[in-house]
């Protein structure tokens, strides 16, 4: 197992319309987070799963952002009528349950144009 | 509400300096503190985890204190190397309530040759 796996890397997309993002947790991980960054920031709280259900949900996900994860596996999220501010660094994290370290991928870059 | 604080912001030192960064959190109602590197352009990668009833982690170069009641660690990098030219991230994640981690802004160091 090579890591925390998301996909695609880099996404362009126009104004308005949907994106999906995949992410891939180490095996065997059970909690799964996604993060947003933006030049200069700190990653900021989107999401938490704890196997599929979605136990945490930051105000920051308006109805247009959506995150599933079936069957506790990988995850997804969805951007519904990108705007230009969703622009950012997507990042997907996961960890055993407990006390332990967590794991980033290397992230999904959404440019909207 | 937690707030996590990074100083200094950026930090320009010479190759072999030992150095320290800091991580202040305003609630000490913390489950573990995590610090964390990130690349230009990259995800994060996990250096270190801190358990709330741990006073210090080392691995390598890399030393990380947390004084939970004063509310701050520190990362001390010893000996550092233009290769460790990076974003340096810390992260709370707190005891009740919720299960995200809070990240600062980072630290970002550069190290001359």
């Known amino acids: 197992d090579t890591g925390v796996s998301q996909d695609p890397r880099h996404k362009i997309t126009k104004r308005g319309q949907n994106v999906t993002f995949r992410c891939d947790p180490i095996?065997?991980?059970?909690?799964l987070y996604w993060y947003r960054q933006t030049l200069g920031q700190g990653p900021e709280f989107l999401t938490y799963?704890?196997?599929?259900?979605?136990?945490?949900k930051s105000r920051l996900l308006s109805d247009r952002f959506s995150a599933e994860r079936p069957k506790g596996s990988f995850s997804t999220l969805e951007i519904q009528r990108t705007e230009q501010g969703d622009s950012a660094m997507y990042l997907c994290?996961?960890?055993?349950?407990?006390?332990?370290?967590?794991?980033f991928g290397q992230g999904t870059r959404l440019t909207v144009v | 509400k937690q707030e996590v604080t990074q100083i200094p912001a950026a930090l320009s030192v010479p190759e072999g300096e030992n150095l320290v960064l800091n991580c202040s959190f305003t609630?000490?109602?913390?489950?573990?503190l995590q610090w964390f590197r990130q690349d230009p352009g990259k995800g994060l990668t996990s250096l270190l985890l801190?358990?709330?009833?741990?006073r210090e982690q080392t691995s390598g170069r890399l030393n990380a204190s947390l004084d939970k009641s004063s509310g701050r660690s520190t990362l001390y990098i010893a000996a550092s190397q233009p290769g460790d030219s990076a974003t340096y991230l810390c992260?709370?994640?707190?005891?009740?309530?919720?299960?995200?981690?809070?990240f600062g802004t980072g630290t970002r160091l550069k190290v001359l040759a």
């Open positions: 994290a996961s960890r055993l349950g407990g006390n332990t370290e967590a794991f």
């Open positions: 095996s065997e991980h059970n909690r």
């Open positions: 799963f704890q196997n599929e259900a979605q136990l945490e």
């Open positions: 609630d000490s109602a913390i489950y573990n």
């Open positions: 801190i358990q709330s009833s741990q």
């Open positions: 992260a709370v994640n707190k005891m009740r309530g919720t299960y995200k981690y809070i």
